[in-house]
């Protein structure tokens, strides 16, 4: 911990200060202030309403056992809406009871009807958890709820087909289990009478698409078994739910927002981290090491104190004044070294204290997570360090404050993170913790972006290809597909079909097409590159974790650093045909950043704006990439040690991107140099992708980009921006759609920011392949005048 103090422990660990007293006391440990804005969310009282008259008596009294009295307005029209056979999603904020609508529907038809039926999916295995113990614990007789998923052992399934009226599993289950085995579920499906969705703002990108896809191949399985079941979903405020939701379920939804819960005021800061001092500021990436030949600079960059650190350093001093505290985190990695940072910290001052401090993130086995889950329920643990595997619907009853290291990349997640503390109705406290990026550093100084900006519309498109063509070939597997079937998956299905025949997939047959292979397709749902990287200690044979197939290349290559729960292994082999990497234990001072190199070509256009000077288009792109070599960095001071090289298979990707073309001619009027222009373009690059998640729903993680002065397809300078998914998620269209106030918003983040010649906060970017080499930020910014000048809004 490098906080100028230790952590206060309190005598106690009881509620904590106030919110207001305890983010006084957090602002005055450091020499400045890092707090640039507060939002005081005020208090709420709830309207309730009384029972609709449908609902069984057995039912209102299980609920008022668990301290229901009655439902709230938003609870009974929901349920009312879904009860009398409507599709409904119910789109209110954190807290705000969306699992009463759909269970009193639910469990009342369960109640009424001894033979009837409801699954439930959830977007992880944790939030369906902790749904189960919500209905288990309603005892309500024949309803038998249980949880059907990966971890479920081999001994239940057959039990729970059977038996249970109310499956709770997850899209990957439903995909991989459910469906392909109709038949054994024949009797639940046929008597299937609600399909709830939980948290569906969470299907979006590539990922929402397939689970449409998946939605109507369940429709489709239920409807020849004679059932047509009712959708319920529950969503976080979100723009246009209804659309969305009629998108993912291909039926027409009413959506339910009016928010009728009481709630808790929640005092909200907004924090950047201070300036680190010349001396101890990183220096910056020696060019050659960049893959840029030009002169080594040695130049030191100034950069602020690193997220994860000030979290960490906040985390801390939270559990140290007795505040039930949960630290969200973007990654696996970070997560671990917030948890293991506080626990440090918090030992120094009293030992054993960091034991009440632990990280929480998938990846982990079973049993772990359910502990994990346990202790922080009931209060043997202050403090979790948690990706946003617990940003969802888990009732975490009792917390204080929820810190969020770095923007989550929507403000849907922001709220819904937020939203974690204060579940019972008390004050809480949620900080912002900006990451030296340039989205980060324009919120925190651009409050109404946040407080005052609606929430983002769900981007998933279920036409894209490269999901439609996979999902039609699984649906075939599971009936020979009909003309009827047409209609159901919608827009490009008769193309996606005649490509599958073309191909040798599907076979053409007067009564349909027929799957013509033994296997089954693989189809990975999540659009992550392939099945996930089992990590074993190559001691041991220990299974540590998993790693998703997409990310293994930059996480797991041999020589990277891996943490698991506060240890630190490096990696020996990676084996990608198998799925495996051996890891040992060892603590090197040094932490490893994959480097990779990427080519980009244009396949057609779909939409062009031409703007004199200025062009921008939307179309199909392939770009190939291949992580080439590796950084390793002192830990202390972010100093290269050297640059190792790797031996990976290239990468290759058609999807859609968003590019915007300038003449040589306004470039060279604006005052942008020659031999300044990859510079400029490199630099509006880096940050044009940091601020496009300000317009949709992703995160700089989810795309890509290439720049370059002269590209052989477009013959011009060119600033490319594409979707890191198969066909695209979506999120190029919505830049295409915004670009003057994607564009604005990014020129504005680029002149506001401090920094003389370019830093993490503006142009800078934590994944660039070419070490942030070379960057101009004055001439990125007159790059962005040209465009801006020439664009019509």
Known sequence: ??????????????????????????????????????????????????????????????????????????????????????????????????????????????????????????????????????????????????????????????????????????????????????????GFLRRLAYVVIDECHTYRGVFGSHVAHVLRRLRRQCARFGATPVFVLASA????????????????????????????????????????????????VPAQAAGDHDAATTDLVQVRRSALRETADLLADTVAEGVRTLAFVRSRKGAEVVAANARRALDDAVPGLGGRVAAYRGGYLREERRELERALLHGDLLGLASTNALELGVDLVGLDAVLICGYPGTRASLWQQAGRAGRSGQEALAVLVARDDPLDTYLV?????????????????????????????????????????????????????????????????????????????????????????????????????????????????????????????????????????????????????????????????????DAGPVGMFLGE???????????????????VIDTRPLDLPTRELRTVAVWFTLSPRSLASAGVQQADVPGALHAAEHAAIGLLPLMATCDRWDIGGLSTALHPDTEAPTVFVYDGHPGGAGFAERAYGTASAWLRATRDAIAECGCESGCPSCVQSPKCGNGNNPLSKPDAIRVLDVVLENLPA
């Not at 990608?576 to 070509?601: N, Y």
Request: aromatic fraction near 6%; glycine fraction near 8%; charge should be negative.
């Open 1 to 186: 911990m490098e906080s100028s103090t230790a952590p206060t422990v309190s005598a106690g660990h009881g509620a904590g200060p106030a919110p207001v007293d305890l983010l006084r006391r957090l602002r005055a440990r450091g020499a400045g202030d890092p707090v640039t804005h507060v939002e005081r969310v005020p208090a709420r009282v709830g309207v309730p309403a009384p029972w609709p008259a449908w609902a069984p008596p057995e039912l209102r009294a299980a609920f008022a056992r668990r301290g229901v009295v009655a439902p709230w307005q938003h609870q009974a029209e929901a349920a009312t809406l879904a009860y009398d056979g409507g599709h409904v999603i119910v789109a209110t904020g954190t807290a705000s009871g969306k699992s009463l609508a759909y269970q009193l529907p639910a469990l009342a038809t369960l109640l009424a009807d001894p033979r009837a039926t409801v699954l439930y999916l959830a977007p992880t295995k944790a939030l369906a958890a902790d749904q189960l113990r919500a209905v288990a614990g309603l005892e309500l007789e024949g309803v038998r709820p249980a949880c059907y998923d990966g971890d479920t052992p081999r001994a239940e399934r057959e039990w729970i087909r059977r038996h249970s009226r109310f499956v709770l599993t997850n899209p990957d289950m439903l995909h991989h289990g459910i469906l392909p085995g109709h038949a054994q579920w024949s």
């Open 237 to 284: 405020t979100s723009g246009d739910p209804a659309t969305a939701a009629g998108r993912l379920t291909g039926l027409p939804v009413t959506a339910v927002t009016e928010d009728a819960s009481p709630r808790g005021g929640v005092t909200f800061a907004l924090w950047e981290p201070p300036l680190l001092p010349p001396d101890s500021a990183a220096p910056a």
């Open 445 to 609: 100084h651009h409050p109404e972006a946040i407080f005052g900006a609606p929430v983002e519309a769900t981007v998933l498109d279920p036409a894209n290809p490269y999901v439609l063509a996979p999902q039609l070939a699984c649906a075939a597997v599971e009936a020979p597909l009909t003309p009827a079937d047409l209609a159901l998956f919608g827009d490009g299905a008769k193309e996606a079909i005649d490509q599958l025949v073309e191909a040798g997939a599907l076979r053409q047959r007067p009564t349909g097409w027929y799957w013509r292979h033994r296997e089954r397709p693989e189809v990975d749902l999540r659009g992550e590159g392939g099945a996930p990287v089992c990590v074993v200690e190559s001691a041991t044979g220990r299974l540590l974790g998993t790693v998703d197939g997409g990310s293994s290349h930059f996480l797991l290559h041999p020589g990277a650093v891996y943490l698991h729960q506060g240890i630190s292994y490096v990696v020996d082999d990676l084996d990608l045909a198998d799925g495996c990497a051996l890891v040992h234990v060892e603590e090197p001072d040094w932490s490893t950043h994959a480097r990779d190199v990427t080519d980009l070509s244009v396949v057609s256009v779909r939409s062009y704006v």
């Open 621 to 639: 792109v392939d770009v190939t990439s291949q992580v080439v070599s590796y950084q390793r960095r002192r830990i202390a001071t972010g100093e």
